[in-house]
């Protein structure tokens, strides 16, 4: 039978090499998309993947794709995919805990000498986390051919070019939707994640099922005013970019509770103000804001209300606004006969689980909507993550492998999902 210490000790280990890919100079943790950092981790993926016999490739979208052959090479693959790129600092189990997992569901069965009838493929999708270009899920949308209004000449905030950033890493701009892949030649998809909120860790539970992913929009915004002398400009003749965007930020929280549920999220995570001197009242300011909730015509509503705040914000203080749509993607339920099969191997080997929607949004957010798509969670100790204090336990990390593992012989068994 396969042991499970050996297999939670491996993938601790492997979760430590990766992130020790993402030294930074500074002490921190970040595997930012496309960087020598995210390289690292993925050569060093890839180099385990061979030496389990894995067969590794890259599609256009810079999609690693490692391929373990079953029984019968045509039947569709047993997909377990999540992430290798990390945000700053973000600790060291977003996506690369799926990864390590899918890959430790390979070798413990080609160390148990048991070969499935369906190939097992574990993807590393690219670009998840979208906070270098801002446009998330990158790899993924390529790969069910979703078009995601990319432009080859965004640029991050190095001024580097998409385009230049993507042929670095192997990617040719214009061809990424070559890596669209057939339908027909996925069986099924399970990611493991790491809640990434406190729900499981409250309930003292090591396992949850996704039930929904929560869908997301992100807008960039730019305040437009008129930058002048701190000290000569009166109050009353001034045009202050930034005071109109902190106004706006300041009321956000009190507008996501008014008009959502327990749900619905916006944040403002990045801003810029020019000229960012300390005696010139800031001409310019430019934030980014993202709403995320589990229905969709919430989060429309949500938009068109904040739209409608910041445009009367902006009159008042004198100051123009551009509201510029960069990423939209809309909530999406799990698939109903993968979830069951989840839950009847968990209860078959008595570990205790629930059911709850996932807020972050994740790879299955794209793959749910072209092939039959489930997610596991485990517990994340004080619903930390996208920070360093991310942490989960090792007996939790086997439980949630342990139920990947039987969720892929179970669907191994099955025809094909409706
Ligand atoms: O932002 C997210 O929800 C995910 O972690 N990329
Ligand atoms: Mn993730
Ligand atoms: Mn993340």
Not at 25 to 32: A, I, Q
Not at 325 to 338: I, K, T
Not at 382 to 401: F, L
Request: hydrophobic share 40%; charged share 25%; proline share 4%.
């Amino acid at each position: 039978m396969i042991q499970m210490h050996k297999n939670i000790e491996r993938m601790q280990s492997r979760l430590e090499f990766l992130y020790a890919c993402g030294l930074q100079k500074d002490g921190s943790h970040t595997r930012m998309a496309f960087s020598p950092e995210d390289q690292k981790g993925r050569e060093l993926f890839t180099s385990w993947c061979k030496e389990i016999g894995l067969k590794v490739r890259q599609d256009a979208a810079g999609n690693l794709i490692a391929r373990l052959e079953g029984k019968c090479a045509d039947l569709p693959a047993i997909i377990m995919g999540s992430h290798l790129d990390t945000v700053p600092d973000g600790g060291k189990f977003d996506g690369a805990l799926g990864c390590v997992a899918g890959l430790e569901v390979c070798q413990a069965l080609v160390e148990g000498g048991i070969q499935c009838e369906h190939p097992l493929e574990v993807i590393v999708f690219s670009d998840e986390e979208g906070f270098r270009f801002s446009a998330g899920m990158v790899g993924s949308s390529a790969f069910v051919g979703k078009e995601q209004g990319l432009n080859a000449k965004d640029l991050d905030f190095t001024e580097e070019t998409r385009e230049d950033v993507y042929r670095q890493a192997g990617i040719d701009f214009p061809k990424m939707l070559e890596a669209k892949r057939d339908p027909k030649t996925v069986h099924c998809c399970l990611e493991l994640h790491v809640e990434q909120g406190g729900n499981l860790d409250q309930m003292g539970l090591a396992v949850g099922i996704v039930s929904s992913i929560a869908g997301v929009k992100r807008m960039q915004i730019t305040i437009a005013g008129e930058s002048n002398h701190a000290g000569s400009t009166r109050m009353d003749q001034r045009h202050d970019a930034l005071v109109g965007a902190a106004k706006f930020i300041g009321k956000l929280p009190e507008r996501v509770r008014a008009l959502g549920n327990q749900y619905t999220v916006g944040t403002v995570g990045s801003i810029r103000v020019e000229p960012s001197a300390v005696n010139v009242i800031p001409g310019k300011c430019e934030f980014s804001l993202e709403i995320r909730d589990q229905n969709a015509k919430l989060m429309d509503k949500l938009a068109e209300a904040l739209r409608i705040d910041l445009e009367q914000i902006c009159r008042e203080a004198g100051v123009s606004y551009c509201w510029q749509d960069q990423l939209s993607h809309e909530p999406m339920p799990m698939h109903e006969s993968l979830k069951k099969l989840i839950q009847v191997e968990a209860e078959a080997h008595c570990i205790p689980f629930t059911q709850l929607p996932s807020g972050a949004f994740h790879d299955s957010l794209l793959l749910a909507e072209h092939f039959p798509t489930a997610m596991i969670f485990i517990a994340s100790v004080a619903g930390k993550s996208h920070c360093k204090e991310e942490y989960s336990r090792p007996e939790d990390i086997g439980y949630g492998y342990k139920l990947l593992l039987d969720t892929v012989l179970a669907a191994d068994k099955i025809k094909a999902f409706d």
